[in-house]
C-alpha cells in the first residue's frame, strides 16, 4: 500500500495520473487497463477539485492498494460529500440538446472500472474506491 497526498488543483492531475499509473504498473495491468485506472482517476480528482472543494484550498490523499489480482485506488477528500451512486445512468440515446447537463464523468468512472464505491466518515473525509481487476479474473 502506498500514500500520497497532492493538493487539490488541476495542475496536481498529471502527477496524480502518473502516480495511478505506476500502481497499475507494478500491479502488471495491461496498457488499457493502466489507461483506464488513469482516465476513472482523472475524471474523480477533477469532480472532487471542482465540486467538493469548489475552488477552495485542500487536498487529495491518493492511495494505491494491490492485492491478488485487484488494484484499489482510494481518494480522500476534505470537501464537501457527494455520492456518485446518487448519479443516474446517462441516457445516451437522446440527441445532444435533450441530455441532462452533467453525470457523464460518474458514468465514466463506472465503465472503465469494477467497482466505484463511496463513504462519507464524519471528521475523516470522503473516500471514493475505485477497483479495477487485472483482465481475466472475476
Known sequence: ?????FPASFEQLDPIREFVGQAARDADMSETEI???QMAVDEACSNIIEHAYH??????????????DTLTIIL???G?????????EPDL???LE?????????????????EVKYEQQPGAGNLLFLVKRRRGTE
Do not use: W
Request: proline share 6%.
Open 98 to 114: 435533450d441530455r441532462r447537463v452533467g453525470g457523464l464523468g460518474v458514468y465514466l468512472m463506472r465503465q472503465l472500472m469494477d
Open 35 to 37: 489507461c483506464a485506472v
Open 93 to 95: 440515446t437522446c440527441d
Open 55 to 68: 475552488g477552495r484550498e485542500g487536498e487529495i490523499e491518493v492511495t494505491s492498494d494491490f492485492r491478488g
Open 1 to 5: 500500500m502506498r500514500t500520497l497526498v
Open 76 to 78: 480522500r477528500d476534505y
Open 80 to 88: 464537501d460529500p457527494f455520492d456518485p451512486a446518487g448519479i443516474p
